[in-house]
C-alpha cells in the first residue's frame, strides 16, 4: 500500500559531507519530504537592531550591508534571511548560494525525493528550545566537532552570537557576559551537540 502523504526525513550535513549526502539520499525510495540542517560551519550570523518604518525589503538589504562590512567581497555570494520579526532584534543569517545549489543538485532527478527546508543549525535548534526559553531570556550553546556557537536570547529577541572552540562554551559566556556590561543576563543555559 502507498503512502498517502510524503515522508518526512531530517538530515544534518557537516563540513565534507556533501558526497555521503548525495549518496544516501540517491538510495532512497518512495516519496520523501527533506529538511537539511547545515552545520553552523555553513553559515554565519548578525544580530539586527529594529528598524522603525523599515520595509522587509530595506531590513534585508540593512542585513546584506552588515554581512558584507564584517566578511567584505566574500558576502556577495551569500543567501541572507532574518528570522521573524517579533519586536525586538533579529537574526540575519548568510549561508553561500553556491553549496544551496549543490544541495539542490543532489536531489535525484527523477526521484521523489523533494528538498523541502534548509534550515542553519542555529536557527533549527532554537526553534526546538523556544518553549523552554524563559521570558528573560537564556543562553544556547550549540557544539560540534571543532566549533561551539553561542547565541543570547534577551527579553526582546536576539542580542549576540560569537563563535568559539569546540570545548570553549564556558569561556564564550564569560566573554559575553564581560561583554554586556550591565545589562540583565539569562541564567539558563541550553546546551546542545550536533550530530549528522
Same mark, same amino acid.
Request: hydrophobic share 40%; glycine share 8%.
Given at each position: 500500500?502507498s503512502?498517502?502523504?510524503? !515522508?518526512? %526525513?531530517?538530515l544534518?550535513?557537516?563540513?565534507?559531507?556533501?558526497?555521503a549526502? %548525495?549518496? *544516501?539520499?540517491?538510495?532512497?525510495r518512495?516519496?520523501?519530504?527533506?529538511? =537539511?540542517?547545515?552545520?553552523?560551519?555553513f553559515?554565519?550570523?548578525?544580530?539586527?537592531?529594529?528598524?522603525?518604518?523599515?520595509? #522587509?525589503?530595506? *531590513?534585508?538589504?540593512?542585513?546584506?550591508?552588515?554581512?558584507?562590512?564584517?566578511?567584505? !567581497?566574500?558576502?556577495?555570494?551569500?543567501? /541572507? %534571511?532574518?528570522?521573524?520579526?517579533?519586536?525586538?532584534?533579529?537574526?540575519?543569517?548568510?549561508?553561500?548560494?553556491?553549496l544551496?545549489?549543490? @544541495?539542490?543538485a543532489?536531489?535525484?532527478k527523477?526521484?521523489? =525525493?523533494?528538498?523541502?527546508?534548509?534550515?542553519?543549525?542555529?536557527?533549527?535548534?532554537?526553534?526546538?528550545? %523556544?518553549?523552554?526559553? #524563559?521570558? !528573560?531570556?537564556?543562553?544556547?550553546? @550549540?557544539? *560540534?566537532?571543532?566549533?561551539?556557537?553561542?547565541?543570547?536570547?534577551?527579553?526582546?529577541?536576539?542580542?549576540?552570537?560569537?563563535?568559539?572552540?569546540?570545548?570553549?562554551? !564556558?569561556?564564550?559566556?564569560?566573554?559575553e557576559?564581560?561583554?554586556?556590561?550591565?545589562?540583565?543576563?539569562p541564567?539558563? /543555559?541550553?546546551? *546542545?551537540?550536533?550530530?549528522?
Amino acid at each position: 500500500m502507498s503512502r498517502l502523504f510524503p !515522508e518526512r %526525513r531530517e538530515l544534518r550535513l557537516e563540513p565534507d559531507g556533501l558526497e555521503a549526502f %548525495r549518496d *544516501e539520499v540517491s538510495a532512497w525510495r518512495g516519496r520523501i519530504d527533506l529538511t =537539511v540542517v547545515l552545520s553552523n560551519h555553513f553559515a554565519r550570523y548578525t544580530v539586527l537592531q529594529p528598524q522603525e518604518g523599515a520595509t #522587509p525589503e530595506e *531590513e534585508l538589504a540593512l542585513a546584506r550591508f552588515q554581512f558584507a562590512r564584517i566578511h567584505g !567581497e566574500r558576502a556577495k555570494a551569500w543567501e /541572507v %534571511r532574518l528570522s521573524r520579526a517579533g519586536g525586538g532584534a533579529r537574526l540575519a543569517c548568510a549561508i553561500d548560494a553556491a553549496l544551496l545549489q549543490d @544541495l539542490k543538485a543532489c536531489m535525484p532527478k527523477h526521484g521523489r =525525493v523533494r528538498l523541502v527546508s534548509v534550515q542553519p543549525y542555529l536557527m533549527a535548534a532554537y526553534n526546538r528550545a %523556544r518553549r523552554r526559553i #524563559p521570558r !528573560e531570556g537564556a543562553w544556547l550553546l @550549540l557544539t *560540534e566537532k571543532g566549533r561551539a556557537c553561542l547565541a543570547r536570547l534577551a527579553a526582546k529577541g536576539w542580542a549576540s552570537v560569537s563563535y568559539g572552540a569546540e570545548g570553549d562554551g !564556558e569561556q564564550l559566556i564569560e566573554r559575553e557576559r564581560s561583554r554586556a556590561g550591565g545589562e540583565r543576563l539569562p541564567s539558563l /543555559v541550553l546546551k *546542545e551537540q550536533f550530530a549528522a
